[in-house]
């Protein structure tokens, strides 16, 4: 069983210390809920893992299957079984998305996967996620709207098979059949013992996917490791109960932010 361990992680971003000293484990098998308010470090945290180069590592450690990978190159982290499905996809002109999978897909095989194979694979995973087949042919993200993108991110997750998946707001801009669509994915592949480090603002997400845990982070720390349940209090009464019971001072980055639950948002009485 894969095991990812963070320990004592401090991250910089452009000379802005963000991370200050986290500690996370999680295992094969796990869905962890990521809470926070905006600006302090769930996103940070998810890039760090995977290498991004402009997140900057000044200390601590990242550990998969007791393996320091901070060395490594994103995609030695991806071969090892690590994936993280982005925010905001990047549009790749001229490269067509299923050249990009069928490379991904082979650069973690021992030989080279079948043109049968891949197509049969591409078929099967398109109609899971409800999603076009032509998008398959188009280049990758070229014109692909919001909604497209993320689906296209869980097209990949499907593919490549990762043994940890990150999901950094997988589900914004998504109206509700396409959150339904990414919550059945994520629900297929926790049942293959796929590990989940999920983000996410809304509640309805956590109501389908069901995470085992639920990790808060405060100002660049761990602030509370728990239970499903600390998912519904937060969207109920947003994270000012943090500093009155357990005496942590919310760093403020934007107005209002400790007012805000995990579904305050235009879209979330759409999407009950």
Not at 82 to 106: K, T
Not at 138 to 146: A, K, T, V, W, Y
Not at 241 to 262: L, P, W
């Amino acid at each position: 069983m894969a095991t990812l361990e963070i320990k004592n992680l401090h991250v910089e971003v452009e000379g802005k210390k963000i991370l200050k000293g986290v500690n996370l484990t999680i295992s094969e098998g796990e869905t962890v809920a990521l809470l926070g308010p905006n600006g302090h470090g769930k996103s940070t945290l998810l890039n760090a893992i995977m290498g991004h180069p402009r997140y900057t590592v000044t200390d601590g450690e990242i550990l998969f299957d007791g393996k320091d990978i901070k060395s490594l190159s994103v995609d030695e982290r991806a071969r090892l079984g690590l994936f993280l499905g982005m925010q905001s996809p990047a549009e790749v002109p001229g490269v067509s998305n299923s050249d990009f999978l069928r490379a991904a897909i082979n650069a973690k095989s021992e030989k080279p996967i079948s043109t049968y194979k891949f197509y049969k694979m591409l078929d099967t995973a398109t109609k899971d996620l409800k999603m076009p087949f032509d998008l398959a042919t188009r280049s990758l993200n070229e014109g692909f709207s919001g909604g497209e993108k993320k689906r296209n991110e869980m097209l990949q997750l499907i593919l490549l098979e990762p043994k940890i998946a990150m999901l950094d707001e997988i589900d914004s801009g998504l109206d509700v059949d396409a959150i339904q669509s990414v919550s059945e994915t994520i629900n297929r592949e926790k049942e293959k013992g796929r590990g989940f480090l999920i983000i996410s603002h809304y509640a309805r997400l956590f109501d389908l996917v069901s995470p085992t845990r639920a990790v808060v982070i405060i100002n660049g720390r761990i602030a509370l490791d728990g239970g499903p349940e600390l998912i519904k209090r937060i969207d109920q009464t947003g994270y000012e109960f943090i500093k009155t019971e357990y005496g942590i001072e919310i760093q403020k980055e934007e107005a209002d932010m400790n007012d805000v639950s995990i579904g305050t948002c235009a879209v979330r009485e759409a999407i009950k």
